[in-house]
Structures are given as structure tokens and as C-alpha cells.
């Protein structure tokens, strides 16, 4: 009987979800802590459809785009084939649901889509911006 149990907390109805979660992806990366990681932070966001994100402390890379398999009504068109990474989004280590669906909202610290928001918060912490030749608003340590 707990097996069913088990069995039945891992359905998502996906129905009401635009695929979300299969129109990106996310890749932990190092935290910055020199003048030069975080200016690699900026060409990251130099380019279009990639944000950076921090959560829970971790800082991540997020590439906006879809998923290959994603069709027009939302569902896997590679679904017996999906890989694990697949099957395994949305739970928590305790078996309950981590989907944000359409409403709720990402639980992320901190959220960066733009130079200028990378920027701002790195003022916010108290770093002194530099006007140098070659790297424009590299934070001096």
C-alpha cells in the first residue's frame, strides 16, 4: 500500500501548464568572487535568452529555450524516451511536488535578465564599480 501511495503523489497533471519547466534550462555555477568571474557573469547576459539566477545561495545559468520534444499543446513528444533529469523535475528529496506550474511563483533569491540588474545588485552589496578601458563597470575588490 505505501507504494501506491508513492505512486500516486508522483503524478503532475500537466495539463494546466504551458511546459514551463521544458522551456529552459538551468546550470549551478560557480559563485562569483573576483573582478573577472562576474565579468564573465556579464557576457552571459550580454547574450539574448540567457538569465542568471541565485537560489537557496547557489547561483545558476539559465538558457530560454525549448525543449525540441515540447509540442503545441504543451505535452513530450519524447515521453517513453525522456531523460531522467525529466522525470525527476518537480519533487522535493521528500516525494511532494516542487512544480511552479503557471502560478506559482520561482523561489529565487535573485534574479538577473539584464547588465544593468547584475549591476544593481552587486552595488547594493557594496562593491565599487570601475570605469576601466577594456571591462566597463568591473567591480574592483
Known amino acids: 500500500?505505501?507504494?501506491?501511495?508513492?505512486?500516486?503523489?508522483k503524478?503532475?497533471?500537466?495539463?494546466?501548464?504551458d511546459g514551463?519547466?521544458?522551456?529552459?534550462?538551468?546550470?549551478?555555477?560557480?559563485?562569483?568572487?573576483?573582478?573577472?568571474?562576474?565579468?564573465?557573469l556579464r557576457w552571459y547576459l550580454a547574450h539574448q535568452?540567457?538569465?542568471?539566477?541565485?537560489?537557496?545561495?547557489?547561483?545558476?545559468?539559465q538558457v530560454n529555450t525549448?525543449?525540441?520534444?515540447?509540442?503545441?499543446?504543451?505535452?513530450c513528444g519524447h515521453y517513453e524516451k525522456r531523460p531522467q533529469i525529466c522525470r525527476d523535475y518537480g519533487w522535493d528529496e521528500a516525494g511532494d511536488t516542487e512544480c511552479h506550474g503557471t502560478d506559482r511563483p520561482c523561489d529565487?533569491?535573485?534574479?538577473?535578465a539584464t547588465l544593468e540588474e547584475l549591476e544593481a545588485y552587486l552595488t547594493r552589496k557594496g562593491h565599487v564599480w570601475?570605469?576601466?578601458k577594456l571591462y566597463p563597470n568591473v567591480i574592483k575588490s
Open 1 to 9: 500500500m505505501p507504494e501506491t501511495n508513492v505512486q500516486e503523489k
Open 11 to 17: 503524478l503532475i497533471d500537466c495539463k494546466e501548464c
Open 20 to 40: 514551463n519547466c521544458c522551456r529552459y534550462i538551468a546550470l549551478q555555477i560557480d559563485t562569483p568572487e573576483t573582478p573577472e568571474d562576474f565579468d564573465h
Open 49 to 61: 535568452q540567457v538569465v542568471i539566477f541565485i537560489e537557496k545561495n547557489d547561483w545558476y545559468l
Open 66 to 75: 525549448p525543449c525540441r520534444y515540447l509540442q503545441a499543446n504543451h505535452s
Open 108 to 112: 529565487h533569491d535573485e534574479y538577473f
Open 130 to 132: 570601475a570605469s576601466l
